[in-house]
C-alpha cells in the first residue's frame, strides 16, 4: 500500500520509461516516412477514434473491477482485525483469564494462523505481475516483500509448540488446519466442562468468520481478472496504439496551412501522439497493477501490517510487556 499523497511523476516515468521509448519510437517512424513522401500512411482519423472510444470503455471497466478487488480485499482484512480481537477477549474472558496457559496457547496459534495466511496468499500465480520486469525493477529500488525473503516454518516456529509445528509444516493448507487445531482445542475445553455451551457457541462462531474471511481471500487470491476481458483490452490497445499516429499525420500537417509553420507541423505528430497512447497505456497498467491485491505490488492491501497489528493488539491484552514493533512504511510503502 503506498502511504503518501501521491506517487511522483519521475515515479512514473521510470516505471513506464520502456513504455515511453516504445511509443515514441511507434509514433516516429510513420512520422518520418510521411515527410519522406510516403503520404499514403495517412489514415482518417475517425475509426481509429473509434477504436479509442472501445478502448477507453474496456480500461475504465478494468479499472473499476480492480478498484473493487482492491476493495474487497481491504474489507475483507477489515473483519479480520475485528473478529481477532473478538475471539481474543471472548476466548480470555472465557479460558482462565490472561494468565491461563490456554489461553497463551491459542492466543499464539492465532498469531501463526495470520502468518500462515499471509504466506499463502503472498505465493505467486502464472497470472501475477510480479514477474514482469518493471515490476521488479520498481520492487528492488523501493521495497521488499516480507514473505518472499522467508520461510513459513520459520516465521511460524515462535508461536508453535514442537509438535504442532511438525504437523503444520506437512499441511498444504497450513492456516486451515491452525483454525482446526483451535475447534479441536475448543471442543476439549467444552467436554471438560471448562467453558459452557454459550461460551463455546460464541467462540465457535469467531472461528467460522475467521474461516469465511480465510475462503473470500483466497478467492480473491486464486481467481484472476477474467482473462477474456484481459485479453479484448490488451489486443485493442495494442491496435490502437499502432494506429493512432497514422490518425493524426493530417491533422497535425494542417495546423500549419497559412502560416510559416506550413511543413513543420506534422513533427507535432511524435510528441502528441506519444502523449495520447501513453495515457491510455498507462491507464491499464495501473489497472493492472491492482488487479492482484496480495500478490506484493506497492498497490497491495498491507496483510503483513495488518497482521502484525493484530498481533500487537491480542499481546496487550496478556499485559505482555514485550510487544513487537509496528511495521512502518519504507520509500511510502507498506506490506
Known amino acids: 500500500m503506498h502511504t503518501g499523497r501521491r506517487y511522483t511523476p ?8 520502456r513504455d515511453i521509448l516504445c511509443m515514441f519510437i511507434l509514433s516516429s517512424v ?10 499514403f500512411l495517412a489514415l482518417p482519423w475517425q475509426p481509429i477514434a473509434i477504436v479509442g472510444t472501445a478502448v477507453a470503455f474496456l480500461v475504465g471497466f478494468k479499472n473499476n473491477a480492480s478498484y473493487n478487488r482492491i476493495w474487497e480485499a481491504r474489507q475483507i482484512y477489515g473483519s479480520i482485525i475485528n473478529d481477532s ?10 479460558v482462565g483469564g490472561k494468565d491461563s496457559e490456554t489461553v497463551k496457547r491459542m492466543f499464539y496459534r492465532h498469531f501463526a494462523w495470520l502468518t500462515a495466511l499471509r504466506f499463502q496468499l503472498r505465493e505467486p500465480r502464472t497470472w501475477e505481475n510480479m514477474t514482469i520486469e518493471r515490476y521488479s525493477e520498481f520492487r528492488k529500488s523501493h521495497y521488499t516483500i516480507p514473505e518472499a525473503g522467508a520461510k513459513v516454518e520459520d516465521e511460524l516456529k515462535p508461536y508453535l509448540s514442537k509438535a504442532e509445528l511438525e504437523y503444520i509444516s506437512g499441511k498444504k493448507n497450513k492456516a486451515t488446519q491452525l ?29 467460522i468468520k475467521l474461516t469465511d474471511n480465510q475462503g473470500r481471500a483466497e478467492r480473491i487470491k486464486n481467481f ?33 496551412d497559412g502560416t510559416f509553420l506550413a511543413g513543420y507541423t506534422v513533427w507535432l505528430t511524435i510528441p502528441f501522439a506519444t502523449i495520447v497512447t501513453w495515457a491510455f497505456h498507462t491507464l491499464d497498467s495501473v489497472g493492472e497493477s491492482s488487479v492482484n491485491p496480495f500478490e506484493g ?11 502484525r497489528t493484530i498481533e500487537i493488539d491480542m499481546r496487550d491484552m496478556l499485559d ?13 510503502i507498506v506490506l
Not at 518520418?32 to 510516403?38: D, E, K, P, Q, S
Not at 480481537?85 to 472465557?94: E, I, T, V
Not at 483454525?179 to 472461528?207: P, R, V
Request: net charge neutral; glycine share 4%.
Open 224 to 256: 484472476p481478472y477474467p482473462r477474456n476481458f484481459a485479453s479484448i483490452t490488451t489486443y485493442l490497445l495494442f491496435i490502437f496504439i499502432l494506429l493512432a499516429p497514422f490518425g493524426l499525420l493530417k491533422e497535425m500537417e494542417r495546423l500549419g
Open 320 to 332: 505482555e510487556v514485550s510487544l513487537p514493533a509496528p511495521i512502518v512504511p519504507k520509500n511510502n
Open 30 to 39: 510513420p512520422t518520418i516516412l510521411y515527410v519522406l513522401g510516403c503520404r
Open 85 to 94: 480481537r473478538s475471539f481474543a477477549y471472548s476466548l480470555r474472558d472465557s
Open 10 to 17: 519521475w515515479e512514473f516515468a521510470v516505471w513506464t520509461k
Open 297 to 307: 505490488s506497492p498497490n497491495d492491501v498491507p496483510i503483513t501490517q495488518i497482521s
Open 179 to 207: 483454525t482446526a487445531i483451535q475447534s479441536e482445542e475448543l471442543g476439549k475445553l467444552k467436554a471438560s466442562g471448562e467453558i459452557d455451551q454459550f461460551q463455546w457457541n460464541l467462540l465457535q462462531q469467531s472461528i
